[in-house]
């Protein structure tokens, strides 16, 4: 019951509110990934240099020499489908005899002819007309394409970093405040260290030390984020450990392990889920900063920072949502959490009027 009036108290909130709805709206797009996007290709990574630097709603007709064997609809979900064989974006296009004549288009306005034979690796053509909704980049993939499938990137590492260190961080917290004395002071001293070290220097020497790929990334950001779990459950852990029903758990000769799992743990509920919001936004920014440092997900993945890393040269042209609309995004997922963990602390405040 006690979580029920939790979740309507958080939809009530008004910045609640604004984060659930975009968080899932980010959600909606990181599960449909490649079954929504223009660009079903893996990582929607299909460069066709002749569409470089499209405006946003660009719309463009595609002579494509599609593959005779096309993924189903499970492996496109998770790996895309296969690069068209042949894909050029035509202003006009005509078939004669054995062959097929086209007028290639460019974005800067100029015509190519070109001819291509048509036989029985050409014939499975189509012609389509795809519009671009935010536009391409300066090697002409499809940017809303790239910017869905970068919303599983993120929400991953979120989600892995919030996994880590909530495993880490509580059981450290638990036994360095329910042991105290020198339990306490070997936990403390490394969480001192650890805490510091620069977040991006910690994360940087792990992923060295455990190898550079897509789960060492996400794995090296969960063992940076467990510090302020150890230091605020160890401090509630204190006041807990001396409440009547700890005590009254000692005197029955219950094990530490059962008075800390199954009589402290479910106490610390409400500090732990208001921190695990709070650690996924982190984790969303701290990933998109060694991605645009090159130190992240190596490329094509479609990391939003690596995104603003490969666009920001066109800031000073006309071209400076490239990389804007990848950084609006992280912002706006990150303020979602925020947000969302505002209204978590005031719903679970007991010293707040409904």
């Known amino acids: 019951m006690r979580s029920k009036s939790t979740i309507k108290k958080v939809i009530r909130h008004p910045l609640g509110l604004t984060g659930i709805i975009i968080i899932s709206l980010f959600l909606?797009?990181?599960?449909?990934?490649?079954?929504?996007?223009?660009?079903?290709t893996k990582d929607a990574n299909q460069?066709?240099?002749?569409?470089?630097?499209?405006?946003?709603?660009?719309?463009?007709?595609?002579?494509?020499?599609?593959?005779?064997?096309?993924?189903?609809?499970?492996?496109?979900?998770?790996?895309?489908?296969k690069e068209a064989s042949l894909s050029y974006p035509i202003s006009s296009y005509k078939i004669l005899k054995d062959s097929?004549?086209?007028?290639?288009?460019?974005?800067?306005?100029?015509?190519?002819?070109?001819?291509?034979?048509?036989?029985?690796?050409?014939?499975?053509?189509i012609i389509t007309e795809k519009t671009f909704l935010l536009g391409t980049d300066g090697f002409g993939r499809d940017m809303f394409s790239r910017i869905i499938l970068g919303s599983r990137v993120s929400l991953i590492v979120g989600f892995v970093a919030v996994i880590i260190s909530l495993i880490i961080g509580t059981v450290l917290g638990l036994?360095?405040?329910?042991?105290?004395?020198?339990?306490?002071?070997v936990i403390s001293w490394l969480t001192n260290v650890i805490w510091s070290l620069p977040t991006m220097l910690l994360v940087v020497a792990i992923s060295f030390a455990i190898g550079k790929g897509f789960w060492?990334?996400?794995?090296?950001?969960?063992?940076?984020?467990?510090?302020?779990?150890?230091?605020?459950?160890?401090?509630?852990?204190?006041?807990?450990?001396?409440?009547?029903f700890v005590q009254a758990a000692r005197v029955l000769g219950f094990s530490p392990a059962r008075i800390m799992f199954k009589h402290i743990l479910p106490n610390l509920r409400s500090s732990l889920i208001v921190l695990a919001v709070s650690i996924f936004g982190s984790a969303i920014l701290l990933e998109s900063g060694l991605s645009f440092l090159g130190l992240g997900l190596?490329?094509?993945?479609?990391?939003?920072?690596?995104?603003?890393?490969e666009n920001y040269p066109y800031i000073m042209f006309d071209s400076a949502y490239l990389a804007i609309v990848p950084g609006f995004v992280i912002m706006a997922l990150v303020m979602a959490f925020n947000f969302v963990g505002i209204a978590l602390r005031d719903a679970l405040d007991i010293?707040?009027?409904d």
Not at 216 to 244: M, P, Y
Request: net charge positive; hydrophobic share 45%; charged share 20%.
């Open 351 to 353: 010293h707040l009027k």
């Open 100 to 125: 097929i004549y086209l007028d290639i288009y460019h974005s800067d306005g100029f015509i190519k002819k070109d001819v291509i034979p048509f036989n029985a690796s050409t014939k499975n053509f």
């Open 28 to 40: 909606v797009m990181a599960l449909a990934g490649n079954l929504i996007t223009l660009d079903k």
């Open 298 to 309: 190596a490329p094509p993945a479609p990391s939003w920072g690596m995104m603003i890393k």
């Open 216 to 244: 060492q990334i996400f794995i090296a950001i969960g063992l940076s984020s467990w510090v302020e779990v150890t230091r605020i459950v160890r401090g509630q852990v204190f006041a807990l450990r001396e409440k009547e």
């Open 47 to 81: 460069i066709n240099l002749p569409i470089a630097l499209l405006k946003p709603m660009s719309k463009v007709t595609f002579f494509e020499v599609i593959p005779d064997h096309q993924a189903g609809i499970l492996s496109t979900w998770l790996n895309g489908q």
């Open 175 to 185: 036994l360095a405040g329910y042991f105290r004395a020198g339990t306490d002071k």
